[in-house]
């Protein structure tokens, strides 16, 4: 549903709908069905899926393009949200889902708990057990999954990406914080000291290990990936351009296959990607697009977009 303003009168309990966000195109609620699944991670805790598509377009089959969107830190809560552009995807027959990973705060305090520090690994193991999931109950198979993450989502990506590449088929990454190591070794860097609340102080050695097998950079191999791309912002102050540079250079010269990989870097952007409301949908296009393209739903588009 999109986001509506009411008058609540507390005296009648009665509700009167003053404002309902405008949705071109002639949307129609009733014709999407949205469930909450529960995916069981490697150590049996289940861990909540949100799930939205189009009633008459899903056939349940694993045939059908599956979007998994994942973050996971800091306690923030991911609850599922309307957003109008993913409708252009969700009527092309995509289902849209989100992983509730620990790590995050949907579950309580030690939902977050139980994904930081030295139990980090819990994120990264939780989201693999989602996209297994929503596979093996053929909501979409590994060459019709696509997954997204920002920021420290795209830490989440670039982590499972190296663990797991045969999962997945198309990777979005913004603005990734995929050298984690290497920065939160850096004291000078504004941000680091304080981020050390939540990934831990590797310059102790327990922590330098613990990040070390999960920092995305630090642990790419000569093996295949899927169709990745990356964003970057040249004046991201959390993410310095630096990080996912680093990434897909490294990706490029370690890989083994021909599938697309793309660094989009904004030159006038910072953590949060492009300002307008028309530049930011732009930039959404262009993202769909690469997705599309690498599922071969566009294929008169160039490989290089």
């Known amino acids: 549903m999109p986001d509506s303003v009411y008058d609540y009168d507390m005296n009648t309990g009665t509700f009167v709908v003053k404002k309902i966000e405008t949705v071109l195109g002639g949307f129609d609620a009733s014709e999407y069905v949205t469930e909450r699944k529960w995916a069981t991670a490697s150590d049996g805790t289940q861990v909540p899926i949100s799930i939205v598509y189009r009633k008459n377009l899903v056939n349940l089959d ?25 409708l252009s995807l969700l009527d092309r027959g995509f289902i849209f889902a989100i992983a509730h990973i620990r790590g995050g705060g949907e579950m ?7 994904g930081k520090y030295l139990k980090k690994m819990n994120t ?3 989201f693999i057990a989602c996209a297994e999931y929503l596979i093996e109950q053929r909501y979409c198979s590994k060459e019709k999954l696509c997954i997204e993450g920002r920021s420290a989502g795209g830490l989440l990506m670039g982590s499972v990406l190296n663990m797991r590449p045969d999962l997945f088929k198309v990777a979005f990454a913004g603005v990734p914080f995929v050298d ?13 000291t304080s981020e ?28 295949n990936y899927p169709h990745i791309l990356v964003t970057a912002g040249l004046h991201d102050p959390r993410v310095m351009y630096s990080e996912p540079a680093k990434f897909v250079a490294k990706l490029r ?12 870097c904004e030159f006038g952007a910072g953590h949060s990607s492009k300002s307008g ?8 296009a262009f993202i ?17 977009l």
């Open 180 to 192: 984690a190591l290497t920065t939160m070794l850096d004291p000078t860097i504004p941000l680091t």
């Open 277 to 284: 409301r028309f530049e930011k949908l732009q930039e959404q």
């Open 288 to 304: 769909y697009t690469f997705i599309l393209k690498a599922l071969d739903m566009i294929p008169e588009l160039s490989s290089g």
């Open 124 to 126: 990264f193991t939780d």
């Open 108 to 114: 309580g305090r030690q939902w977050y708990e139980n």
């Open 253 to 264: 010269e370690t890989k083994t296959d021909n599938n697309m990989l793309l660094l989009k």
């Open 62 to 86: 694993g045939s059908d393009p599956l979007l998994l969107y994942g973050y996971g830190s800091y306690e923030v809560c991911i609850d599922p949200w309307f957003k109008a552009s993913r």
């Open 196 to 223: 050390w609340e939540e990934w831990g102080d590797p310059r102790k050695e327990e922590f330098y290990h613990y990040m070390k097998a999960y920092s995305p950079v630090d642990n790419i191999k000569a093996q």
